[in-house]
Nanobody, 124 residues
């Protein structure tokens, strides 16, 4: 498993931006697909975005497509989630996840390693 640490969450006004980071303690970081999920109070954890290990493929949930951008820097063992045009409905704890695979998983159960989460709160 990979040790993952998220950062970059906080409080932002609607329409604003935040950039989340996910640092991995794994020298073979480039072997892992990375995903971002979120969980709002009283709701199930939901898929947000994922990027393949070679960062040539990405996928997004319909609710964030066009507003969020997932990226990675394999030289820094870090994945990112740039969040623009934030809405109050984006308020949640955001988690990054890793899976050693050539595929692009969208289901939480397919990931092996998880970070501790970072809170994102969007005010109206």
């Amino acid at each position: 498993q990979v040790h993952l640490v998220e950062s970059g969450g906080g409080l932002v006004q609607g329409g604003g931006s935040l950039r989340l980071s996910c640092a991995a303690s794994e020298r073979t970081f480039s072997s892992y697909a990375m995903g971002w999920f979120r969980q709002a109070p009283g709701k199930e954890r939901e898929f947000v975005a994922a990027i393949s290990r070679t960062f040539d493929s990405t996928t997004y949930s319909d609710s964030v497509k066009g507003r969020f951008t997932i990226s990675r820097d394999n030289s820094e063992n870090t994945a990112y989630l740039q969040m623009d045009s934030l809405k109050p409905d984006d308020t949640a704890v955001y988690y990054c996840a890793a899976k050693r695979t050539v595929l692009l998983p969208r289901v939480a159960g397919e990931y092996d390693s998880w970070g501790q989460g970072t809170q994102v709160t969007v005010s109206s």
